[in-house]
T-cell receptor, first 112, second 116 residues
Framework: GESVGLHLPTLSVQEGDNSIINCAYS??????FIWYKQESGKGPQFIID?????DKRQGQRVTVLLNKTVKHLSLQIAATQPGDSAVYFC???????????FGSGTKLNVKP | GAGVSQSPRYKVAKRGQDVALRCDPI?????LFWYQQALGQGPEFLTY????????KSGLPSDRFFAERPEGSVSTLKIQRTQQEDSAVYLC??????????????FGAGSRLTVL
């Protein structure tokens, strides 16, 4: 499959700080991206998505940034809370809605 | 139902046994997906259904893997003659909206298969 990778496999932050999780993708034709959160023993949970015609999208406490020039995606979490501790995946859609390629994930540890 | 339901949650099989994993998608969801997630890895696409039609099975690793969704709702993933490398979490996801680009998947909790 296509390469969707993450720069940092593990990220530790202090409660209340902001977190930034990065993701690189390899296919410039990708037109849709999703960030998922996966807690232990659960399936991935949708956080936020972004289309390739946008470079930023904001949700509640989360912001996704897309830089198509360098094929980079990031997830910013404001005021990180213990409940944010999980593995975060970016997923890439190659203009074919029925197939997403996932990165290997970044584990976020939030220290109280 | 309120979410995607998968059963069994845990399955231990001896090498060579056949297993069947069930997925109950969200009621009314047209699209259904199966993904395989190895330990410490991201999910990998296996197959996709739109209603009862299996439109993409390019991710199935071998002919020992078979999926069906005969009535366009419940789906079963069957693995024949299981091998140790089949050990993984099998995730089912469904979605309501079809169309290029915009397809948010709702995942179940997965079925963890361990082959001894």
């Amino acid at each position: 499959g296509e390469s969707v990778g993450l720069h940092l496999p593990t990220l530790s932050v202090q409660e209340g700080d902001n977190s930034i999780i990065n993701c690189a993708y390899s296919n410039s034709a990708s037109d849709y991206f999703i960030w998922y959160k996966q807690e232990s023993g659960k399936g991935p949970q949708f956080i936020i998505d972004i289309r390739s015609n946008m470079d930023k999208r904001q949700g509640q406490r989360v912001t996704v940034l897309l830089n198509k020039t360098v094929k980079h995606l990031s997830l910013q979490i404001a005021a990180t809370q213990p409940g944010d501790s999980a593995v975060y995946f970016c997923a890439e859609n190659l203009y074919n809605f029925n197939k997403f390629y996932f990165g290997s994930g970044t584990k976020l540890n939030v220290k109280p | 139902g309120a979410g995607v339901s998968q059963s069994p949650r845990y399955k231990v099989a001896k090498r060579g046994q056949d297993v069947a994993l069930r997925c109950d998608p969200i009621s009314g969801h047209v699209s259904l997906f199966w993904y395989q997630q190895a330990l410490g890895q991201g999910p990998e696409f296996l197959t996709y259904f739109q209603n009862e039609a299996q439109l993409d099975k390019s991710g199935l690793p071998s002919d020992r893997f078979f999926a069906e969704r005969p009535e366009g709702s419940v789906s079963t993933l069957k693995i024949q003659r299981t091998q140790q490398e089949d050990s993984a979490v099998y995730l089912c996801a469904s979605s309501l909206v079809t169309g290029v680009g915009a397809n948010v998947l709702t995942f179940g909790a997965g079925s963890r298969l361990t082959v001894l």
